[in-house]
């Protein structure tokens, strides 16, 4: 993974993580608090019951690896916020519900607390999103094309304990984003759509066209989304139609 720092440094950084069934990788790159030197955030989340493992890297080079007790969690999708907390869908059956982990920011967390008051709506959380206000989206896959996306409100800085729904007709809503305007895209996997929350809703079908799509991201230099289709990678360039 290489970064580009204002126009003058580009740092190259190379980690290894390992975790027991590995499912998905997120990561983030950040500064540290009262530290001029970048700092990347590796995660690799485990399957259930096992270990989630976190990795810094700074310019210094120095590389240091933290465990996260996860014995609890069946760790799906992540997101960061503007100010690195972590934030994880889990789907452990009779918990699902969407962890916070405080950012001490030397790249530790915090004890998490689960967000949302028991018991939640949610059924499969797979994945969720921040926007630039602080809301959080969950994208619940459901059990039987029954799922659903919610938004977690931030009042002044405030989660919500409760999750409200947003939009009808979901059938599995598999990767949802939050892109830098504040809209909410999701990828519905049972229903092969991408959907665009402005707003706060309701949402709108932008391309239905779609073979299994579940992750999604958005090169922020080109506009271009890239959506994970089955076992290929698809490119869409802006309005993604």
Same mark, same amino acid.
């Given at each position: ?72 969690l ?16 889990d ?28 018991? /939640?709506?949610?059924?499969? =959380?797979?994945?969720?999103?921040? $926007?630039? &206000? !602080? #809301?959080?989206? +969950?994208? %619940? *896959? @459901?059990?039987?094309?029954?799922g ?19 939009? /009808?007709?979901?059938?599995? =809503?598999?990767?949802?984003?939050? $892109?830098? &305007? !504040? #809209?909410?895209w +999701?990828? %519905? *996997? @049972? ?30 230099s ?7 289709? !089955?076992?290929?990678?698809?490119s ?6």
């Open positions: 993974m290489d970064a580009s720092f204002g126009s003058h440094v580009t740092c190259f950084v190379s980690a290894r993580l390992t975790a027991a069934s590995p499912r998905r990788f997120i990561a983030r790159l950040g500064w540290l608090q009262g530290n001029a030197l970048p700092l990347l955030v590796l995660l690799l989340l485990g399957a259930a019951g096992s270990s989630l493992r976190a990795q810094t890297a700074n310019f210094a080079g120095t590389i240091s690896t933290i465990a996260i007790d996860s014995s609890t069946h760790p799906e999708g992540g997101a960061f916020d503007a100010a690195g907390n972590l934030y994880l869908a789907a452990t059956s009779g918990v699902n519900n969407v962890w916070k982990f405080p950012a001490n920011g030397d790249g530790t967390y915090g004890t998490p607390t689960a967000i949302l008051a028991s018991p /939640t709506p949610l059924l499969h =959380p797979l994945n969720v999103a921040v $926007d630039p &206000s !602080g #809301n959080v989206w +969950v994208a %619940d *896959n @459901g059990t039987a094309a029954n659903q996306v919610y938004e977690i409100v931030n009042t002044g800085g405030t989660l919500a304990t409760t999750a409200t729904p947003v939009g /009808t007709g979901w059938n599995a =809503p598999a990767g949802i984003i939050a $892109d830098a &305007s !504040g #809209n909410i +999701v990828t %519905d *996997n @049972g229903a092969n759509t991408l959907s665009e929350i402005t707003g706060g809703g309701p949402p709108t079908v932008i391309n239905s066209g779609l073979s299994g799509p579940w992750g999604l991201t958005i090169d922020p080109s506009g271009t989304m890239y959506i994970a289709e !089955g076992s290929w990678l698809d869409l360039p802006s309005p993604y139609t």
